[in-house]
């Protein structure tokens, strides 16, 4: 069963494209302070992008958060880095900016002085390197490595981000997907990823509760220009119906105009093709409550 509850409205500084004005900077944490999580439940807040806040218990995640302001975005960061006063866990799944915002995570590690940081163990020295993070804060993920922090243990699936990258010397992974096991509940996080061979032998592993997939797609002009792709909507609906997770979250969609796809079209591809599967079309600053109903 998923409960839906829509989050105080924040301050109307920005209208997303389907009209619903977001809960913002202080608002938002504050909410997200607030809720109050039941075993067998747990919250999430989209931020944009490939970006949630996710709450199990007591303890907040901030998954791809991206917070700095950038050219182009079509949507304004939710809040600003200091405002992330709350946070546990900080993870980034690779290192693109809209995923590992190397801008902003020195603010946000001062706001959060008790979090980690999260990212792919083959990152891991070059993070704390270059984004100047302390050593001790920064914990390296990946298949075979989970990390466990305030309740929460996190497992480390391969993404394949356009292609299935390995490094050669180490076999560890430049991109990851977060599995998420805590208050009784078991949530996957693609990051950014294309369908590849084996992914769904390694992800049925898993009941998952709720799966977050991006929906944005690829093509030539788009890697011509170096932005690299996902998965398609088509593929990401395959993939729920492969899963059948409670509820699907489509993702990666709206921050971009020459990245972007139709949320809609995942829905309604997935409503005619699996009907069994929920899916739920996430905006910007809304609660949601994912209850296992068990």
Request: hydrophobic share 45%.
């Amino acid at each position: 069963m998923m409960v839906i509850e829509g989050g105080r409205r924040g301050r109307p500084e920005f209208t997303a494209a389907r009209g619903w004005i977001m809960a913002t900077g202080r608002e938002l944490v504050e909410e997200v302070e607030s809720t109050r999580l039941a075993g067998g439940q747990a919250a999430y807040w989209w931020l944009g992008q490939h970006g949630f806040v996710m709450k199990f218990g007591d303890a907040v995640c901030y998954v791809d958060a991206f917070l700095s302001p950038f050219p182009d975005r079509q949507v304004p960061p939710l809040m600003r880095p200091e405002e992330a006063t709350n946070a546990d866990l900080i993870l980034g799944s690779h290192d693109h900016a809209d995923h590992i915002d190397r801008d902003a995570w020195p603010a946000m590690a001062e706001a959060s002085p008790r979090a980690k940081f999260v990212v792919p163990a083959l990152l891991r020295e070059r993070v704390v390197r270059e984004v100047g993070l302390p050593d001790d804060r920064v914990l390296g993920l990946d298949v075979d490595r989970p990390v466990e922090v305030a309740g929460v243990r996190v497992l480390g699936v391969p993404a394949a981000h356009e292609f299935l990258d390995v490094d050669p010397a180490t076999g560890l992974h430049p991109y990851l997907g977060f599995v998420f096991e805590a208050s009784g509940l078991c949530v996957y996080h693609a990051g950014d990823t294309c369908v590849y061979e084996g992914m769904q032998s390694i992800l049925r592993r898993w009941s998952f509760d709720a799966a977050f997939l991006p929906i944005n797609g690829r093509d030539a002009r788009r890697l011509a220009a170096d932005c690299i792709g996902n998965m398609t909507y088509q593929e990401a609906v395959d993939l729920a119906g492969a899963l059948r997770p409670r509820l699907v979250v489509p993702t990666h969609f709206e921050m971009f105009a020459m990245n972007s796809e139709d949320p809609r079209l995942f829905e309604d591809y997935l409503r005619v093709k699996y009907p069994g599967v929920v899916a739920k079309v996430p905006r910007h600053g809304e609660r949601v409550v994912v209850d296992r109903g068990e």
